[in-house]
């Protein structure tokens, strides 16, 4: 069974721009979740989908969004982005929620930005 | 608020003996779940142990176990003859049952000398 895959693996972005990363969760999981690792602020939860709704927010601006898609795969945007969102990003997925579940995470998507 | 203590932000051990990582959270909820989560260099977490907050007995995976201490709210990883590959980050994190909003501590640096 193929695990988490997180595409792309490494981008490279300068400030003001605006970037959209991918989750392929493991089939049959229908829960994804969203992670922001940095050196400063440890691992943060962003949000959470499940079945194409937002279930579950983290304290994050609006310029973090996110979607999932029927096949449950989803997408993480962030729109005029600074320097300060330069982290790795974990995608992890599960079948029903993150308590009752273990979560299988993802490689990650490093994010630099210029 | 829910947080996550860590105090320990590196450790070492010798190969084969035990080492026990720390970790305090603070909630007011009584419902709950606990998890150490791993990630090695390669970067991917990878899920180690897990407890419900209503099990009053310790949760064991093979040579990973946990002091639960649930009025001292207390949660330790105890790892029994440690293997070179046990070297990674390791996260402590805790969710409330009735959502997905999971907390994670600063991590420790565990190395594993031969």
């Known amino acids: 069974k193929a695990g988490v895959t997180q595409t792309p693996r490494y981008l490279i972005k300068t400030r003001g721009q605006q970037v959209t990363l991918s989750c392929s969760p493991i089939?049959?999981?229908?829960?994804v979740s969203w992670y922001q690792q940095t050196p400063g602020q440890g691992l943060q939860f962003l949000f959470e989908?499940?079945?194409?709704?937002?279930?579950n927010k983290g304290n994050f601006p609006g310029r973090f969004s996110g979607r999932q898609f029927s096949n449950s795969r989803s997408e993480m945007n962030v729109s005029t982005l600074e320097l300060g969102d330069s982290a790795l990003y974990l995608c992890?997925?599960?079948?029903?929620?993150?308590?009752?579940?273990?979560?299988?995470f993802g490689d990650g998507t490093r994010l630099s930005i210029l | 608020a829910q947080t996550v203590t860590q105090s320990q932000p590196e450790m070492s051990v010798q190969e084969a003996e035990t080492v026990t990582l720390s970790c305090t959270y603070d909630?007011?909820?009584?419902?709950?779940?606990l998890f150490w989560y791993k990630q090695p260099p390669s970067r991917q977490m990878i899920l180690v142990i897990r407890?419900?907050?209503?099990?009053?007995q310790n949760a064991t995976e093979n040579r990973f176990s946990v002091n639960f201490q649930k009025a001292a709210k207390s949660f330790s990883l105890k790892i029994s003859d440690s293997q070179l590959g046990d070297t990674a980050m390791y996260f402590c994190?805790?969710?409330?049952?009735?959502?997905?909003?999971?907390?994670f501590g600063a991590g420790t640096r565990l190395t594993v000398k031969p």
């Open positions: 992890a997925s599960s079948l029903g929620g993150i308590s009752d579940q273990p979560q299988h």
């Open positions: 089939s049959g999981h229908r829960s």
């Open positions: 989908y499940f079945s194409e709704t937002q279930r």
């Open positions: 909630t007011s909820e009584n419902n709950y779940y």
């Open positions: 407890q419900e907050a209503y099990k009053q």
């Open positions: 994190a805790f969710t409330p049952a009735y959502n997905n909003d999971m907390r």
